[in-house]
């Protein structure tokens, strides 16, 4: 709005002048691609659930292939042995989680992520409930060909990542192990992060997270089967 | 507020209005790269506090006040913040030389119509960061006098002077232009 008291036709053809600019058209995309890379996704956004929605026909065909012989080599190494997941493989997980470089699915419990993750994948080890979860997000991801169900929690702040997979799938470390309550928990550390891994009812289970060992067991604690 | 309402309300209400951030930035930056990094920052800090965001309040003038402190804190660092006072401005109205310039603009609206947009910002560009700001506001964004007051810390009475000093200092920018066209007389000499 012009100020009232200008009634001069020049300050009143500047004013819509300058009114003109917010028609000015702008590109954006570079700034959306941009903060892609930082933002976490639009819920209900199926393209960055599913990057191959956003490719053309030659790259999603060739996108197709990869993902054919990725599922073919899933096939053959489900038959072999169970796998030890390293703190760096890890701890590239929890973060990939965190900064929204993974693909993630938007939940608000670990009920929703069991529902979320049993739709994508059947054979998804279910993850156990925790009282009070803040559960954030969610996904299925590939330790060395096995697949590991992901959930993105947050407890008192800090960002925890739970990793739940079969434990015939999984072995545990030969790391520092501390004994709670009956349970044995095996201790590592990549960085700022800290791990903690257990196997319960026939599932192994990590936690990850910049929490110290005491407090991811206190989490650990609390994990119903 | 949980994560997810968060990022259903960065979505809702704030991310539909990127292009006025973008555009705005373009303004003040006066080239893209520039303008993108700015608009980039301004929107992940918005991200970042969309708890402190009021709900029913606008959200156009809270993300323009974020992009200013951005705007300011790297006009800071570089050492170039533009504060200015009333005194430094040019154009005074009483100024003869303001008699002159404005005698010559015969019909300004079809005048300043055949400049393109790139020239207008680029004539912004030549005003001080305050003025610049409160003509943004003010005219671009038609953000009321009481909100623009509000985010530039100042008084209504004092956003009203800039804005219509503002204008005279752009209008005396572009004046070198109007005269190369031939768009304006020229006035009587002797």
């Known amino acids: ?225 | 507020m949980n994560q997810q309402a968060a990022i259903r309300r960065f979505y809702a209400e704030i991310w539909p209005l990127r292009d006025v951030v973008l555009r705005t930035a373009q303004i003040l930056a006066g080239n893209v790269p520039d303008a993108e990094d700015l608009a980039q920052e301004t929107l992940l800090k918005a991200f970042r506090f969309i708890d402190t965001f009021r709900t029913g309040t606008d959200a156009k003038a809270w993300l323009l006040a974020i992009l200013r402190n951005t705007r300011l804190d790297r006009l800071r660092i570089r050492g170039s913040a533009g504060h200015i006072s009333l005194d430094e401005m040019a154009g005074d109205p009483a100024d003869e030389a303001y008699e002159v310039e404005q005698s010559v603009w015969e019909r300004p609206a079809d005048v300043l119509n055949k400049f393109s947009d790139a020239e207008v910002i680029h004539a912004l560009q030549a005003l001080p960061e305050e003025i610049r700001w409160t003509l943004l506001l003010v005219d671009v964004e038609e953000i009321d006098h009481v909100e623009a007051a509000r985010m530039l810390e100042a008084p209504v009475g004092t956003i009203k002077s800039r804005a219509h000093r503002g204008r005279q200092m752009l209008r005396t920018a572009l004046l070198p232009l109007a005269r190369d066209r031939r768009l304006v007389r020229e006035p009587n000499r002797g």
């Not at chain 1, 490719?55 to 292939?65: E, G």
């Not at chain 1, 993630?104 to 979320?116: L, Y």
């Not at chain 1, 349970?183 to 929490?211: A, K």
Request: charged share 20%; aromatic share 2%.
């Open chain 1, 1 to 225: 709005m012009p100020d009232p008291n200008e009634s001069s036709d020049l300050q009143q053809a500047m004013h819509d002048r300058l009114g003109r600019l917010r028609a000015m058209p702008v590109d954006a995309s570079r700034l959306e691609q941009a903060l892609q890379s930082h933002l976490p996704q639009r819920p209900g956004d199926l393209r960055g659930r599913l990057p191959f929605l956003r490719l053309n026909p030659l790259r999603a065909m060739a996108a197709s292939v990869l993902i054919l012989g990725v599922l073919t080599a899933v096939l053959v190494s489900s038959f072999t042995g169970p796998v030890l997941a390293s703190p760096a493989q890890m701890a590239q997980l929890h973060n990939d989680l965190v900064s929204g470089r993974a693909p993630v699915m938007q939940v608000d419990s670990i009920e929703s992520a069991n529902r979320t993750l049993a739709g994508q994948s059947p054979q998804s080890p279910a993850i156990p409930s925790l009282p009070e979860d803040h559960a954030m997000a969610c996904c299925m991801q590939s330790v060395k060909n096995k697949k590991v169900a992901c959930v993105l929690l947050k407890k008192e702040g800090v960002p925890i990542t739970m990793t739940v997979a079969n434990a015939a799938d999984m072995r545990l470390p030969k790391s520092p192990t501390i004994t709670r309550n009956g349970v044995t928990y095996h201790v590592q550390s990549h960085g700022p992060l800290n791990m903690l891994m257990t196997e319960r009812n026939g599932r192994w289970v990590c936690l990850i997270g910049e929490s110290q060992p005491d407090r991811l067991m206190d989490i650990a604690d609390q994990l119903q089967f």
